[in-house]
């Protein structure tokens, strides 16, 4: 009715080479008389969108739902934005599903994912805002952290708590009341002997030491690692 309305001939009408000749001759009329470009405009804004949606499906495909962190990288490798969480796999949907101009810019430009298994929330927390500091991604914000005063209740100690996997403790390893590192051991006398233990552990950079110990303080008042085992540090 459109097409007879507007004056474009219909030849075999009702058959299927008919109707898409006609319904071709009137896209090309409504682009012609499109001036503000709409129509263009919402196509392309709609192509975009479905590629976009078949890439963010393609890089969440292989992101595991375990406790972590996860970095989105841009076409040169560099980290832009980093998101953590107890189910890395969807909190990294979450993100690709939000529609802030932010989030819209790291969906984007974001080419590749890749992603840490940390095993619990305290090795998570204290990674995460360490790696945040060092790598200073484009995308995301990060708020100054308060920092908490005080000590721990011993100086020198192990934090024990859940791996990455069943056969697997993290560690921490906090001496002369400082946060010097952490890690994983699969083996039970690697906990016990520091000089085995700090040959494999991460160490907490000098400038980010004040900084884990809130992290860590602020979880102890909250929480129970698995064990704590103090020693006496001599």
Do not use: W
Not at 47 to 66: G, N, R, S, Y
Not at 169 to 188: C, F, M, P, R
């Amino acid at each position: 009715k459109l097409c007879k309305a507007i004056g474009i001939p219909m030849s075999d009408r009702h058959r299927a080479s008919g109707d898409a000749l006609a319904t071709l001759q009137l896209f090309k009329l409504l682009l012609e008389k499109d001036s503000s470009k709409t129509i263009i405009e919402d196509t392309i804004k709609h192509f975009d969108c479905k590629k976009t949606a078949e890439k963010l499906t393609q890089l969440l495909h292989d992101i595991p739902a375990v406790n972590g962190i996860y970095y989105l990288h841009n076409e040169n490798g560099r980290i832009i934005f980093m998101g953590k969480g107890k189910n890395i796999k969807n909190e990294a949907t979450i993100q690709f599903l939000k529609t802030s101009k932010r989030s819209k810019k790291v969906q984007e430009k974001t080419v590749s994912v890749s992603y840490e298994e940390t095993g619990n929330e305290l090795i998570t927390n204290l990674k995460y805002h360490i790696e945040l500091e060092i790598n200073n991604p484009k995308y995301n914000f990060v708020p100054k952290k308060k920092i908490v005063d005080g000590n721990f209740n011993n100086d020198h100690m192990l934090l024990i708590d859940l791996g990455r996997h069943f056969d697997e403790h993290s560690v921490i390893l906090i001496e002369k009341n400082e946060v010097v590192g952490y890690g994983y051991t699969n083996l039970s006398f690697q906990e016990t002997h520091l000089d085995i233990l700090k040959t494999f552990i991460t160490p907490i950079p000098q400038e980010n030491k004040s900084m884990a110990k809130t992290i860590i303080k602020n979880y102890l008042k909250k929480n129970n690692p698995l064990k704590i085992i103090r020693f006496s540090g001599e």
